[in-house]
């Protein structure tokens, strides 16, 4: 009889101590709770004070009328930009492109007047074959190289007489609309708006003072509002606290698991405090060890779902890689077939101003032989000319007229 009154009173204060620390289970949960509310309302009465201050200052910005500071129209025109030199010209190929030129030109002109001397010299005709070399080198190298870098250093040249003229335009307007007058216009008018813009400042601190003083008042009404039920239920865990430092019949770091001895001598899986504390600390390693390999599971799972993961990511990745190279290789044969396609064009464009001038040199050359002959016919003696004499009638210094 004396073992049941013993086993009634070891399972009736297990019952207290179980409830004791279910009750400061329950006010620790309270006060956090009552924390959390305290720390909205402090962050509402946060937002509610910037907001203030938001709507306050775009009032304040509509409410500010004051005029800007105004610059002449010429004073905020950008200066025109220079043109661009060519960059592939060198003073050295630009004067061998001019010089080409002027060689070719001026060979043809002392070709033409050795044929108008008609002159049977071998002296003379070795400076006629020599001035037609002359002749086709020079307009070759003019039509394939120097025309090109003659017209742009010409186009350049028209468009920096272009600029310059703009440059100065530029200028003058500039300097007629940045007087003394315009100056003092606007160091004026700065002033007007610094006034102004100051005086929006000083309302603004002072608005902003009004709500910083509202916001410290109002975290300190929030203060008060809390903290009595903070102290209230402060003391009461204290009170539960004292009262579970003074149980004596488990030790202090088995009271979270006074449940779970009860449960072991209610049901009688155990039949004295001894082995219930025992079956209690066994179920609790077991509980343990069964959430130790369920979290294990997890961080398996989450590894394995995370290398699955990069791996897809990889993969995207290199599918990337693969197509931005297919995609600048074609880019690449793309601009390659497009430079010889215009080295093409630029090649037959050189061909066809080669053949143009060839065949004006034979037709200046045909125009040259028909004058020479009908200034023959207008001859004297053209009857008594042989037909070869007649053939060579550009060299021909016989010459009387009827």
């Given at each position: 009889m004396s073992n049941e009154m013993k086993m009634t009173e070891i399972i009736a204060e297990l019952e207290r101590i179980d409830g004791l620390y279910e009750r400061y289970q329950h006010l620790d949960r309270q006060m956090n709770g009552i924390s959390g509310e305290k720390e909205k309302e402090d962050e509402a009465l946060g937002n509610d004070v910037v907001l203030t201050l938001h709507e306050y200052r775009e009032a304040q910005d509509e409410k500010f009328n004051a005029k800007k500071p105004s610059i002449a129209a010429p004073c905020l025109a950008a200066p025109p930009c220079a043109p661009e030199k060519p960059k592939d010209i060198t003073a050295k190929n630009f004067f061998m492109a001019s010089a080409s030129g002027l060689v070719a030109l001026?060979?043809?002109?002392?070709?033409c007047v050795l044929a108008a001397l008609n002159s049977d010299s071998i002296l003379v005709g070795l400076l006629s074959g020599l001035l037609t070399i002359v002749i086709l080198g020079a307009a070759g190298y003019w039509f394939a190289v120097g025309s090109h870098k003659v017209t742009a250093v010409v186009e350049w040249q028209a468009k920096q007489a272009e600029w310059e003229k703009q440059q100065a335009e530029w200028e003058?307007?500039?300097?007629?609309?940045?007087?003394?007058?315009?100056?003092?216009?606007?160091?004026?008018?700065?002033?007007?708006?610094?006034?102004?813009?100051?005086?929006?400042?000083?309302?603004?601190?002072?608005?902003?003072?009004?709500?910083?003083?509202?916001?410290?008042?109002?975290?300190?009404a929030i203060k008060d509002k809390y903290l009595k039920k903070l102290n209230d239920i402060h003391?009461?865990?204290?009170?539960?606290?004292t009262q579970l430092e003074q149980v004596t019949l488990i030790h202090s770091s088995l009271i979270p698991s006074a449940w779970r001895i009860l449960n072991m001598l209610r049901t009688g899986r155990a039949?004295?405090?001894?082995?219930?504390?025992?079956?209690?600390?066994?179920?609790?390693?077991?509980?343990?060890?069964?959430?130790?390999?369920?979290?294990e599971a997890m961080q398996q799972?989450?590894?394995?779902?995370?290398?699955?993961?990069?791996?897809?990511?990889?993969?995207?990745?290199?599918?990337?890689?693969?197509?931005e190279e297919a995609r600048a290789m074609r880019a690449h044969n793309a601009a390659m077939e497009r430079a010889a396609a215009d080295q093409?064009?630029?090649a037959e464009r050189q061909a066809r101003e080669a053949a143009k001038q060839t065949e004006m040199a034979k037709q200046q050359a045909r125009d040259a032989q028909r004058a020479a002959s009908a200034r023959c016919a207008r001859c004297a003696n053209y009857s008594k000319c042989s037909y070869q004499v007649r053939q060579n009638a550009a060299n021909c210094s016989a010459y009387t007229p009827k």
């Open positions: 001026g060979s043809f002109i002392i070709w003058a307007a500039f300097n007629r609309a940045a007087t003394e007058q315009e100056s003092q216009r606007f160091l004026a008018e700065c002033q007007t708006y610094d006034t102004a813009f100051l005086s929006l400042v000083d309302v603004c601190s002072k608005k902003y003072r009004e709500e910083f003083a509202r916001y410290e008042a109002g975290l300190e003391e009461e865990i204290q009170g539960v606290l039949d004295t405090l001894k082995e219930a504390i025992n079956l209690a600390a066994d179920e609790e390693r077991k509980d343990a060890e069964e959430a130790a390999r369920q979290e799972q989450r590894l394995m779902e995370q290398q699955a993961h990069d791996a897809r990511m990889h993969n995207a990745a290199m599918e990337r890689a693969a197509e093409a064009r630029a």
